[in-house]
Each structure stands twice: as C-alpha cells, then as structure tokens.
C-alpha cells in the first residue's frame, strides 16, 4: 500500500506541475515537437552503409602468439611497467577494479572475452560490448572532436565514413582507466580506429594507439571478429556474485557459489 501511496502522490505532483506551466495533462507526448532527424530520408541514407548486423566475437588467433602486437615505449613507461608486473609476481593480481564493477575503458573494452553488436542509426554508430553492458556512441555527424572533453571510461569518440570503412578518434579517457596494463591514462591520448569488412564473417579493427609520453611511436594493432549467426547479446550484471575473499590486492575474488551461500552452490558443487 506504501508503494502505490507513493506512485500516487508521484504522479500527482508531475500533473500539478504541467498544470503550472498552463500545459493540459497529456498533451506533453502528443504535441511533442517533430523529430530533428529527417526519417523518410535520413534512415534510408543507411542501407547504402555496410551490413555490420549480428554479433561478433573476438577472433582470439590474431591476439595471442607471433600475431600480438607489441608496444614500444619509452623509458619512464617501461620503468613503470616493470615495477607494476614486479608487484604482480609478488603479491598476486589485483582486482578490485574487478570486484567494484569498473568497465576497462578504452582500448580494452574492445578485446574482452564477450561479443559485440553493432547498430547503425542516422548520425551516430553505437557499438554494444556485452562486457558491463557498455555502450559506445560513435557520432557521425560532421561534429569535431571537443576541445575540453569530459574525462570518461570510454571517452568522447567521433566518425567518419571512408568508402565501406568507419573511421574514429577518440580522445578524454578517465585516469581511472589504463591505456594498458599497469600504465594509466593520462589525459593525451588519442585513439584511431579503422573498422571494415575484410570478407563476409570477418571484421577487422585497427587500432592506433599515440601518446608520446608512454610509446615512442604510435602503437598498432589489428584485430579480427567472427560472426555467430546464432548468439545473441546478453545481460551483463557485474555485481551479481562478486565478493572479495579478504582485504585488498592480490587474486582476492570469490566468483564461486559454496553450501554457505545464501544462493546456494554451483552445479557442479552439488
């Protein structure tokens, strides 16, 4: 009863204050002003962009081995480097970024183990990871890159089309992220990114990553996406298991359901 009392008194005061303004009630979503996009026109401008449709996974083979790219960077990120790896070996991988549920940011928001999906609409691509439910908007609508940007977790990114490939920059990375590894952002960053169909099933993304105070030239790398016809995006709740065994730092994650927990065990464990 609390709950509908609230929901009432809610919507209550949301019709006073239309009534205020001298607005009839529900008149809001009828006379709503006409739409700044063009759809007769706009929307039919995409069927002459490339089928990007479905989703796609990381294709692991162009990552791993003699086919990773490998950055070379300058002596102070490289110090840098060596000392986080060194505090790894000795006290386990941290991950609290993991256990608070902070996404990766950019570049790595791109490589993780879950797919993507890719959505095209009249100024804008919108590129959906699976991983936290991330959602990168890529605008294609003649607007440059911000001068001051907001510092986010995947920055401010802009496109453009060159023939059948996007093309996009992407600058203002928050120093809660790493442009790798153990190297934080650090706000001079900027991202290209070349995406196209090298053949039906097969996407290709060219990173160049340039930043002349951790790499002494830009770094590049390429990596390719499969199409699975038959997957399906999924929903992504970080939070849902996660808890940390003791303190901080360290492998300190439990992801595991025991006789103890409140939800009960895994399968396998029963």
């Keep these: 009863m609390q709950l509908c009392l609230s929901w009432a008194r809610a919507a209550a005061g949301a019709a006073a204050l239309v009534m205020s303004v001298g607005v009839p009630v529900g008149a809001m979503a009828q006379d709503a002003p006409e739409s700044a996009i ?20 990381t294709d692991w083979s162009t990552v791993f081995g003699a086919n990773a790219a ?8 490289q110090a840098r480097l060596d000392a986080f790896r060194k505090k790894e070996q000795e006290e386990g991988v941290a991950q609290e970024a993991q256990i608070h549920c902070s996404p990766p940011g950019m570049p790595a928001i791109m490589r993780q183990p879950y ?24 605008y294609t609508d003649g607007r440059p890159l ?31 992220t790493n442009i790798m590894a153990g190297i934080p952002h650090d706000g001079d960053t900027l991202i290209r990114e070349r995406i196209w169909l090298e053949k039906p099933g097969q996407l290709l993304i060219e990173t160049t990553v340039t930043n002349p105070e951790i790499f002494t030239e830009p770094f590049v790398s390429t990596q390719a996406y499969k199409l699975e016809p038959e997957w399906e ?12 065994m003791s303190g901080e730092g360290g492998a300190n994650v439990d992801l595991g359901l025991d006789e103890d927990d409140p939800f009960g065990p895994l399968p396998d464990e029963e």
């Excluded at 490998?70 to 990120?77: C, E, F, I, K």
């Design 70 to 77: 490998q950055p070379q960077l300058t002596p102070a990120a």
């Design 233 to 244: 995006i999924r929903e992504y709740v970080c939070a849902e298991n996660n808890r940390l």
């Design 146 to 176: 911000p001068e001051d940007p907001d510092l986010l977790f995947n920055g401010n990114s802009v496109g453009h089309w060159e023939g059948d490939t996007l093309v996009v920059d992407t600058i203002g990375f928050s120093p809660q």
């Design 115 to 138: 797919p993507l999906e890719i959505l095209f609409s009249p100024g804008r691509v919108t590129i959906f990871a699976e991983t936290y439910s991330q959602a990168r908007r890529i």
């Design 38 to 57: 063009p759809r007769a026109t706009a929307y039919g401008e995409l069927t002459g962009l490339p089928d990007w449709s479905g989703v796609w996974q």
